[in-house]
């Protein structure tokens, strides 16, 4: 109720001209245009990568380019991100992951880097995704110039997309110290055929899969394939875009969680990943402060042991 008042007070002053209005509004409906955001995509087709987050992201950033719209909106957006980045790197975090498809995703990181300062513990990580092959060296360059960057430390493939022609570019790139390592990208268990296949024939460093308590698939094959391998694993969607969280959050944690310093279940789920041991990083998005550091909390402390993680994942299993 509280919310409805304010939205409608903000609107009536946004469109008598003030700016901040739109600032004020935006914390109110953030939630449920995420919500509309994620049941629009849910009609999209099923290989789309699209993020609730960055449609939402996207729609705030068109909204605040409106041309009787200061430009203080999107600087205090983009300074926003720049504070999560901030509290990420404090708090040990070195890993961004990105993609030309990720809406303004890639700005966004260039900006909070610069106001950063370039922070050294950077690992930087972004994808080629394109059908073209031959395109593919100038979205690298493109992305490059978005991160402000002199070169990637990782860049993958998305979601296989013409997998062949830019694996040729990205070790190229690799071979000239152009780029680190170079990897592959799926998710949701999409392609894990044609994953396997590659991680056993070609010369890759990375591969980015999903894994959470629910969606254990890559535990069978791909898991076991990546350490037999040597290659570094690294898990997207570890929240299934946070309607994991939704979802457990409805039960309490069990008292047990304390024994492995879990006092949320998104420690839970997080911790449950990262102690797998061919698991090399998780990458959960949040845009909330509060949130990377409860995410970045999980790194610290106690890890669960095989036992415990099968205990885990039956207890989520059965809720
Ligand atoms: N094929 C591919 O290459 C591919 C596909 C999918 C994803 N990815 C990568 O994986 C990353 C993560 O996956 P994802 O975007 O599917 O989402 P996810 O990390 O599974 O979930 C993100 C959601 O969880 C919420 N969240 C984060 N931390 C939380 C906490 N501590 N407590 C409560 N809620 C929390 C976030 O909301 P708040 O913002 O409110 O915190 C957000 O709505 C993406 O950013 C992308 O880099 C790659």
């Known amino acids: 109720m509280t919310h409805k008042v304010d939205v409608t007070q903000a609107l ?29 995509l849910r009609r999209e087709r099923v290989d789309h990568t699209l993020s609730p987050t960055a449609l939402v992201h996207e729609a705030y950033l068109k909204l605040v380019q409106l041309d009787r719209i200061s430009w203080e909106g999107r600087a205090h957006f983009f300074g926003a ?19 030309p498809m990720y809406g303004s995703s890639q700005e966004v990181i260039g900006y909070g880097l610069r106001k950063l ?10 994808k080629v995704w394109l059908s073209s092959g031959a395109r593919g060296p100038a979205q690298i360059e493109t992305s490059r110039r978005r991160w402000d960057v002199p070169r990637f430390d990782l860049l993958q493939i998305h979601n296989l997309l013409s997998w062949e022609e830019h694996l040729a570019t990205l070790v190229r790139m690799k071979a000239e110290g152009r780029v680190r390592y170079v ?3 799926t998710s949701e268990g999409r392609r894990h055929r044609d994953i396997e296949r590659i991680m056993a024939r070609e010369p890759i460093d990375f591969v980015q899969v999903t894994y959470n308590v629910l ?23 570890p929240f299934r875009e946070g309607a994991l969280i939704r ?19 998104a420690q839970f789920l997080l911790k449950f990943i990262i102690a797998h041991p061919d698991v090399t990083c998780a990458i959960p998005a949040t845009g909330n402060v509060a949130h990377v550091q409860e995410n970045m909390s ?11 993680r099968a205990r885990m994942a039956e207890y989520v299993e059965a809720l």
């Not at 008598?16 to 939630?31: E, F, H, N, T, W």
């Not at 959050?249 to 879990?262: K, N, V």
């Open 298 to 308: 999980v790194a610290r402390g106690m890890l669960p042991d095989a036992a415990m």
């Open 183 to 185: 990897g592959i990208t």
């Open 215 to 237: 969606d254990r698939e890559v535990e069978r094959r791909i898991l076991p394939l990546a350490r037999e391998r040597g290659l570094a694993v690294i898990v997207n969607r």
């Open 247 to 265: 979802q457990v959050e409805r039960s309490p944690l069990p008292a047990w969680a304390a024994e492995i310093g879990c006092r949320s279940w």
């Open 81 to 99: 991100c720049a504070q999560v980045m901030r509290v990420f790197f404090a708090a040990g975090g070195r890993m961004i992951d990105s993609s």
């Open 12 to 40: 009536i002053e946004l469109s008598a001209g003030d700016s901040q209005a739109l600032d004020r509004v935006l914390p109110a409906v953030y939630d449920h245009l995420h919500r509309l955001a994620e049941r629009e």
């Open 117 to 126: 300062g370039k922070p050294d513990p950077l690992f930087s990580a972004d």
